[in-house]
């Protein structure tokens, strides 16, 4: 009977110890996922702040500007640091090192982007400052795959494998939605609109128009329905005009059917007052009635954009 009562408290005491480290364990784990969360709700207001501004700069001056956006630069070095400093539980290893990366890159690239930024906004080298800029939005593209890709599902991994619920991180985007910031002509007209800026100040008058649009060869009205009898892949030709006093290269133009996938195409220079094409496939193939969206992209110092963009309304055969 002594040896059976000790053998009992025995099993007692490691089934307490057990349960005592399985607690600790789960709350070590909720820990991290709450820390994690709140770092991502912190930088998604960051970015909130950072492309609104980058949107809509409003009566900033350059020197506001500037400041800042290097004020969003040292909210994301202090956003790394915290990532860095976490109390990680073993199983969180692997998240926590994916985790690391992509406040490395997220840093790195908004440290990038402000020692460029007073450069970008002034006159010299600041075409070059500019194509920096861009080229770290890409960057940040590269941090907001990592996390949705890897570093979210594997938190929410563990936290499913041992049993806690309600505690999954949220999603972290910091590139603002949609892919314009990854285009320099976007990057510099939006700089251009800083008070005081010289980031679009380039000599002569600069614009685009859309002059036509046709498909498979049938020229498209906006006013009516135009039918047309199209085999494979159909090919939308957008004629552009350079309305400008000056050469403009790059020209970017998207065609976008029904609200669909936005297909782009690129006209790689168009001189002052001369014309340029791009065809565009359509891929996959529109059936039936459908509507083209059609919009040539501002290149830097264009003011008047109305005349970029058409809808036509198509029926193919």
Same mark, same amino acid.
């Given at each position: ?26 709350? *070590? ?9 709140? &770092? %991502? ?16 700069? !409003? ?18 070095? /202090? ?49 070059? %400052? ?20 890897? $570093? ?8 499913? !494998? /041992? ?22 002509? @976007?990057?510099?007209? @939006? ?7 010289? *980031? ?39 004629? $552009?005009? /350079?309305?400008? @006093?000056?050469? +403009? ?22 001189? %002052? ?6 065809? &565009? ?11 083209? +969206? ?7 110092? +264009?003011?008047?954009?109305?005349? /970029? ?9």
């Amino acid at each position: 009977m002594a040896l059976g009562g000790g053998l009992l408290l025995l099993i007692l005491i490691v089934l307490g110890v057990k349960g005592c480290l399985d607690a600790r364990k789960d709350r *070590a784990l909720t820990d991290y996922a709450r820390n994690v969360s709140q &770092i %991502a709700e912190e930088t998604a207001q960051t970015s909130k702040a950072f492309f609104g501004k980058l949107a809509e700069p !409003g009566e900033l001056s350059v020197t506001e500007f500037v400041a800042e956006v290097s004020a969003d630069r040292s909210a994301m070095d /202090n956003y790394a640091g915290r990532v860095e400093s976490l109390s990680t539980p073993g199983d969180m290893g692997q998240a926590q090192n994916g985790l690391e990366l992509v406040y490395e890159l997220r840093r790195h690239a908004m440290d990038e982007i402000a020692d460029k930024m007073s450069t970008a906004l002034g006159e010299v080298g600041s075409q070059k %400052a500019t194509a920096k800029i861009a080229e770290e939005m890409q960057t940040l593209l590269a941090a907001d795959v990592v996390y949705g890709e890897v $570093v979210r599902p594997e938190i929410d991994g563990v936290l499913a !494998g /041992n049993g806690i619920e309600g505690s999954d991180v949220p999603k972290s985007v910091f590139l603002a939605e949609g892919t314009q910031w990854l285009d320099e002509s @976007a990057v510099s007209a @939006a700089l251009g609109s800083v008070s005081g800026s010289s *980031a679009t100040t380039t000599s002569g008058i600069h614009g685009l128009g859309l002059l036509g649009t046709s498909l498979d060869g049938t020229e498209l009205t906006a006013e009516s329905t135009t039918a047309v009898a199209s085999e494979g892949t159909p090919e939308v030709e957008v004629q $552009v005009q /350079n309305q400008g @006093a000056s050469t +403009e290269n790059g020209i970017k133009v998207s065609v976008s059917v029904s609200g669909g996938n936005t297909l782009q195409g690129e006209i790689e220079t168009i001189a %002052a007052g001369e014309t340029g094409t791009v065809s &565009i496939p359509l891929t996959p193939a529109p059936h039936g009635q459908a509507t083209l +969206e059609v919009e040539v992209e501002t290149v830097p110092g +264009e003011r008047i954009s109305e005349n /970029n963009k058409a809808s036509y309304t198509v029926e193919f055969e």
